[in-house]
């Protein structure tokens, strides 16, 4: 009798354990989740678009972020980014901060022949007066970057914004990146004003970020000119810097078939004997040729000898 009870235990226990071990080996929903959710992450072609936020010196300065998202859908994202506390602010690097007033609203979006009507609530000027030109910088260059967006009228609630309160700035019905960033001013007329867009080196925890600052003056030079001198000064108020050499000079330049051809002299290069120009100065160099010539590559010589030659859309 005991020898049956006995045997008749041993055999519920492996029959237990043996359906135990069945179940264990059948893959649930709640195992096979993780990979599933790992392979839907994955994406190899990540496109990337330019954001300008505010550095720790209160300059608009241009930063990457990652996005898949096309058009309106990247207006609204980007714009998120830019508002404080926003929908965007986990993708805020280190270094950064945003500049739209938290309580801003995006009433509505529209693109039509690349031009973008972003209707945002009347929060938008609830900023300081320092910052509300910045404000509309932001949003000026950081949507331009997108590829199907060449100019923005802003409205408030329905309203053109074509004044801000605080700075009594009047601004164009149509903005484009022709209104300028980060502007510096060293006017002597109010005749021939010149917009020069230069972009400088800024650095933040060993990471190489790039600052625009429009030069508003009476320069009578070329643009080129002005850039060259103004990045071979070096340090701009001690924030901002340039790596090329103070002895730069350009010698020649033209413009041809959407190329803009460059000869400097010696001084532009960091490596004599291997001809070499730093990478840090073919990016400034390029960045504002970009942002003031309307040329899709550029071509660098050294007293009449090739160095380089890109397409500036590959150095953004």
Known sequence: MLKRICRKKLIISSTVLLIIGILYC?????????IKKEVNYVNYNV???????????DYL?????????????????IVNILICDGEGEDKIPNGFKCIINKDTKINSISIKNKLLKLDLSDNFLDTTKELEEKTVEAIVYSL???????????????????????????L??????DFGINKKYELT??????????????????????????????DAREKIEIIVDELSNKILNNDLASYMNNN???????????????????????????NSILEEVI???????????????????????????TTIKSLE
């Open 26 to 34: 059948i893959p649930t929903h709640k195992n096979t989740s993780p």
């Open 47 to 57: 496109k990337t678009n330019e954001v300008y936020l505010l550095n720790s010196n």
């Open 61 to 77: 300065t241009r930063v990457k972020i990652a996005t898949e998202k096309t058009d309106e859908e990247l207006v609204d994202e």
């Open 144 to 170: 331009t970057d997108i590829d199907n967006i060449d100019e923005i009228i802003i409205y408030l609630n329905g309203h053109i914004l074509t004044n801000l309160p605080k700075s009594n700035i009047t």
């Open 172 to 177: 164009p019905a149509t903005l484009s990146r």
């Open 189 to 218: 007329s109010s005749n021939n004003i010149k917009r020069t867009t230069i972009y400088y080196i800024d650095k933040y925890d060993d990471n190489i970020y790039y600052t625009p600052i429009t030069l508003v003056n009476n």
């Open 248 to 274: 730069t000079k350009v010698l020649s330049n033209e413009i041809k078939n959407n190329t803009m051809y460059l000869n400097f002299n010696e001084n532009i290069l960091n490596d004599f004997d291997n």
């Open 283 to 309: 990016y400034t160099i390029a960045l504002s040729v970009n942002g003031n010539y309307n040329v899709d590559n550029i071509f660098l010589s050294v007293n009449d000898n090739e160095i380089l030659k």
